[in-house]
């Protein structure tokens, strides 16, 4: 079955940029009626949508971080990563990576990977 | 801030009927859906659309919406049940999608 599976660096220094990749299997990223999402959660709190892209390389970004962060696709790959530049303390979050139906009514993240805990500090 | 407002935490008795809620302006006019997480692992979809369940999520999780409020109900609640839950939806104030802020569910 699909599977999504985040990996990158676990420690990202302040000013720096966070760069993550989810890597999917058991399926094609360039399916239609799906976009491929970012989301995060700082210890202790809730869930915040960071963005998502289509296999084209459509996006859609949560405002509040549009200035600092691109996703970018490889349908090669079969991967699509995340980059969030310019970091502080309040980045530090597990960030998954989920599979994103966005069609109405029925959009939803239906498949999530596992999540990879990022701390940023000196 | 979160455009999708749930209530903090919510409790329920082993084999009783529990409501967890979620308001915002966006669900007169979207379906939300909803996650279950428990500690240490990743969310899990458990209601999408109008009342739709993935495949392996039990028929006791519901779906509905009314106004402005969208509602999970979990008709004999489990001890298994008790986690996390978020609604999510799309944003009427510019954000494609928002999450609510999450409801911690305990089973007495």
């Known amino acids: 079955q699909l599977q999504l599976q985040e990996s990158g660096p676990g420690l990202v220094k302040p000013s720096e940029t966070l760069s993550l990749t989810c890597t999917v299997s058991?399926?094609?990223?360039?399916?239609?009626?799906?976009?491929w999402g970012w989301i995060r959660q700082p210890p202790g709190k809730g869930l915040e949508w960071i963005g998502s892209?289509?296999?084209?390389?459509?996006?859609y970004y949560n405002p509040s971080l549009k200035s600092r962060v691109t996703i970018s696709v490889d349908t090669s790959k079969n991967q699509f990563s995340l980059k969030l530049s310019s970091v502080t303390a309040a980045d530090t979050a597990v960030y998954y990576c989920?599979?994103?139906?966005?069609?109405?009514?029925?959009?939803?993240?239906?498949?999530w990977g596992q999540g990879t805990m990022v701390t940023v500090s000196s | 801030s979160s455009e999708l407002t749930q209530d903090p935490a919510v409790s329920v008795a082993l084999g009783q009927t529990v409501r967890i809620t979620c308001q915002g302006d966006?669900?007169?006019?979207?379906?939300a859906s909803w996650y279950q997480q428990k500690p240490g692992q990743a969310p899990v979809l458990v209601i999408y659309?109008?009342?739709n369940r993935p495949s392996g999520i039990p028929d006791r999780f519901s779906g509905s919406s009314s106004g402005n409020t969208a509602s999970l109900t979990i008709t004999g609640a489990q001890a298994e049940d008790e986690a996390d839950y978020y609604c999510?939806?799309?944003?009427?104030?510019?954000?494609?999608?928002?999450f609510g802020g999450g409801t911690k569910l305990t089973v007495l």
């Open positions: 058991g399926g094609s990223i360039s399916s239609s009626s799906y976009y």
């Open positions: 659309g109008k009342n």
């Open positions: 999510n939806s799309r944003d009427s104030s510019g954000n494609p999608w928002v």
């Open positions: 892209i289509y296999y084209s390389g459509s996006t």
């Open positions: 966006s669900l007169r006019s979207y379906y």
């Open positions: 989920a599979r994103h139906r966005t069609t109405v009514p029925n959009d939803a993240f239906d498949i």
